[in-house]
């Protein structure tokens, strides 16, 4: 992999890197902010609501205990159990019949919460379909889908259902309870409860809430908004554990992310379940976290610019020094480089002026070198021809001497030439043994010749 500092450019290098870092130290305060800030609501917004569910939670079941105590009580009226063991004449049976139909009426008028009641009985007396009162036959009871209920237990909370009255069907939670008296199975009382006053204590002070009530096999009760279904949510919580708590939903088709708060008390049978979009919980974090982009992004423009200033002051005398460097030539009309740095931009301009000045001597020596050194050759040729011309004239005055007869003087101007020849050298400046032989041999026959000539003169 290459190194990109020995391959892009200084400046832009530096900018885009600086820029990067800058970036991702902006990206990571965000996201830092937006998760724990997130994380802080969501413990917060949680720990509200489950006191609030509590809340709910404890005066729903008042109501509804007020309820199942109606319906203990009433059942184990004495004029309801005369009536419903059928040892009476159909005279009294009838006068019982009304007294017990207008006790419960009274009950229905004295308690908003109870929309009707229904008692299910041997032999019951027809009256108005869409009484508050009815009375209805026993075996019809194995009609209603709560009937089953009743199998395993003496009373029963149904889930939300519609019964008729005055004003068309209306949306009821029933509590039946099984009538006994002596180990006898005589009837089923079953109050019927206003699920719009229980949606309406659920929803509490909220505008818009996504709640719902189970029982303690954790089937749904009564709900308000969107939450999910039973099944659904058997997969994030366990409905049956007597425990409170939240849970985050994540990727559900139905709801999206969302997060679920329920409410489990020990002195109650309901379970409270709330749901709340987890974009609305992290919204303000969220908020949170474009205002630091936004902080961020005019926090990298402005840094950017400084950068692009910095990174240009870092690479202009570096850009200077290249050009001066690239254009520079010996002798020539070269860049000047700013003397106002006193950094280390300065320090290297300093160099590089030294260095410049010592090429110009070393040039200058170099030249001056150059000079002596043409002018020792041409003096070394001179010194060459001149002998050169010497031995031309030794050897014309030997073929002279050859031709007047004198062999002694030839002999002598042919050892002449050859001592020059030797002493020339071809210009070496050493020679070899043989040869500084050869010329004082040369030398010595020449002192013989003359010598020998003397004494034959004497």
């Known amino acids: 992999m290459t190194n990109p500092f020995k391959k892009f450019r200084i400046d832009r290098l530096f900018f885009y890197l600086f820029s990067a870092v800058?970036?991702?130290?902006?990206?990571?305060?965000?996201?830092?902010?937006?998760?724990?800030?997130s994380k802080a609501l969501v413990r917060t917004t949680s720990h509200y609501q489950q006191q609030l569910l509590d809340e709910l939670n404890n005066e729903i079941t008042t109501r509804l205990v007020t309820i199942e105590q109606i319906s203990l009580s009433t059942s184990r009226d004495s004029e309801?159990?005369?009536?419903?063991?059928?040892?009476?004449?159909?005279?009294d049976r009838y006068r019982r019949y009304v007294g017990v139909q207008n006790a419960l009426a009274n009950l229905t008028y004295s308690i908003p919460l109870i929309q009707g009641i229904d008692l299910y009985m041997n032999r019951p007396f027809l009256g108005e379909s869409k009484y508050y009162i009815q009375f209805r036959d026993l075996n019809d009871m194995s009609k209603q889908e709560w009937s089953h209920m009743l199998d395993k237990n003496d009373f029963a909370w149904s889930s939300e259902h519609k019964v008729d009255g005055f004003q068309g069907d209306v949306?009821?939670?029933?509590?039946?309870?099984?009538?006994?008296?002596?180990?006898?199975?005589?009837?089923?009382?079953?109050?019927?409860?206003?699920?719009?006053?229980?949606?309406s204590l659920l929803s509490g002070n909220s505008t818009d809430p996504n709640r719902m009530m189970t029982n303690m096999a954790g089937e749904q009760i009564v709900k308000i908004g969107h939450v999910l279904n039973q099944n659904e949510l058997s997969k994030w919580i366990d409905l049956k554990d007597q425990q409170s708590g939240y849970v985050h939903i994540r990727g559900n088709s139905n709801v999206g992310d969302s997060l679920l708060v329920y409410s489990k008390l020990d002195n109650s049978n309901w379970t409270l379940i709330e749901m709340t979009s987890w974009k609305q919980i992290t919204e303000d974090s969220f908020r949170l976290a474009e205002v630091i982009a936004l902080i961020g992004i005019a926090a990298v423009l402005l840094v950017l610019l400084l950068t692009l200033y910095i990174s240009r002051q870092f690479t202009k005398p570096i850009n200077e020094l290249v050009v001066a460097m690239r254009m520079y030539s010996v002798e020539g009309n070269n860049v000047e480089l700013s003397a106002d740095y006193e950094n280390e931009f300065g320090y290297l301009f300093a160099g590089y002026r030294k260095q410049n000045e010592r090429i110009e001597e070393l040039y200058q020596s170099v030249q001056l070198r150059y000079e002596q050194q043409r002018k020792a050759e041409i003096e070394a040729l001179q010194a060459n021809i001149n002998p050169h011309f010497l031995y031309n004239m030794l050897d014309q005055l030997n073929w002279m001497a050859i031709e007047a007869g004198q062999d002694e003087l030839s002999r002598i101007l042919e050892l002449m030439g050859r001592m020059f020849r030797i002493g020339l050298s071809n210009g070496d400046t050493f020679i070899t043994i043989g040869d500084e032989v050869e010329h004082i041999k040369s030398y010595l026959e020449i002192q013989q010749l003359r010598?020998?000539?003397?004494?034959?003169m004497r």
């Open 171 to 199: 949306s009821v939670l029933s509590f039946a309870r099984k009538i006994m008296y002596n180990d006898n199975y005589l009837g089923v009382l079953v109050i019927h409860i206003k699920a719009e006053q229980i949606r």
């Open 451 to 456: 010598w020998a000539e003397d004494c034959n």
């Open 22 to 37: 800058i970036v991702i130290v902006i990206a990571l305060i965000a996201w830092a902010s937006y998760s724990i800030s």
């Open 80 to 91: 309801l159990i005369h009536l419903l063991t059928n040892r009476d004449d159909e005279y």
